[in-house]
């Protein structure tokens, strides 16, 4: 082989090195970019959700309505769980799980439809929300409360299925407060919030503490009465809504317009 072939052949062997080198380098910044890419876009996510539940938690209408649902919540979530025992202690029921069960369900349904009918009946503003959240969940406690310090177990069953129909009849107050009380783009994350909160306080630690409350107690009716006194904490905390001053931002726009429809739903009137 002639020197000036040997000569390009290393002139050809150099310039493949550089063009391997200059391609591994545009790599490595294209995958440094993506990664400061990702990383911004993290961030960006982070400060967003971050300046969202900031908003979200200065709505005192929002707060009061989700400390209201957790009480409730820790009531209902201790009635799934420990009532079937309470009722076969204090009653002998023979068949526990089943009449808990059935006064539930048609319960449960019936009064979910009459809570959103006459929230609808009576025009449905937040401040009407809150009095029918509080009102109906009284006037609930007060039957389920009755029933526990019956002796009979059909006047028990009678007052206990009157107390579930009106406890039930929160779904669409609650539900609808969420939803009117912060402006459309936060619709989601309000009712996420609403949603985790109610389980993490509210029916996922319940059902222990009942129970470390009978091991102490030993009567399952004291540690029934306890528990259902807890819907009236829940009424209190919702009939504070009644008075907080609040606006129906479910048509507002992101400028900041209120609902025309409704120009007027601020009320401090019980």
């Known amino acids: 082989m002639s020197p000036s072939v040997g000569l390009e052949t290393l002139k050809n062997n150099n310039r493949l090195q550089v063009d ?9 910044v294209s995958i440094e970019t993506s990664k400061s890419s ?7 996510s982070f400060t967003g959700f971050a300046k969202d539940m900031k908003v979200l938690y200065k709505e005192k209408v929002f707060v009061v309505n989700v400390l209201g649902y957790v ?23 023979k068949n526990a799980d089943m009449i808990f069960g059935a006064v ?7 009064g979910t439809l009459s809570g959103g009918f006459i929230l609808d009946r009576v025009t449905a503003t937040i401040p009407n929300a809150f009095k029918l959240l509080s009102g109906a ?14 002796k009979s177990l059909y006047g028990f ?10 406890v039930f009849a929160t779904q669409a107050p609650v539900n609808y407060v969420c939803l009117h009380c912060v402006k459309p783009s936060l619709r989601p994350l ?12 509210g029916d996922v630690p319940s059902s222990p503490l009942v129970g470390i409350v009978q091991d102490h107690i030993n009567s399952w009716r004291k ?16 009939f504070i809504g009644i008075f907080i001053n609040s606006v129906d931002r479910f048509n507002q726009e992101e400028t900041g317009s209120e609902n025309p429809r409704r120009p007027e739903l601020s009320s401090r009137t019980p």
Request: hydrophobic content about 55%; some cysteine.
């Open 20 to 28: 391997n080198e200059i391609e591994h380098d545009q790599f490595e």
């Open 71 to 93: 009480s409730y919540n820790f009531v209902i979530g201790a009635y799934s769980y420990w009532g079937p025992k309470a009722g076969y202690n204090i009653y002998k029921m």
């Open 190 to 201: 309000s009712m996420a919030i609403s949603t985790v909160a109610i389980h993490i306080f």
């Open 38 to 44: 990702y990383a911004n876009a993290v961030f960006k």
């Open 104 to 110: 539930t369900i048609i319960c449960g349904i019936v």
């Open 223 to 238: 540690t029934t009465l306890i528990l259902t006194s807890i819907l009236f904490l829940a009424a209190a905390i919702w």
């Open 137 to 150: 969940t009284f006037l609930g406690a007060v039957f389920c409360f009755t029933a526990f310090t019956l």
């Open 157 to 166: 069953i009678a007052l206990f299925a009157l107390g579930e129909l009106l």
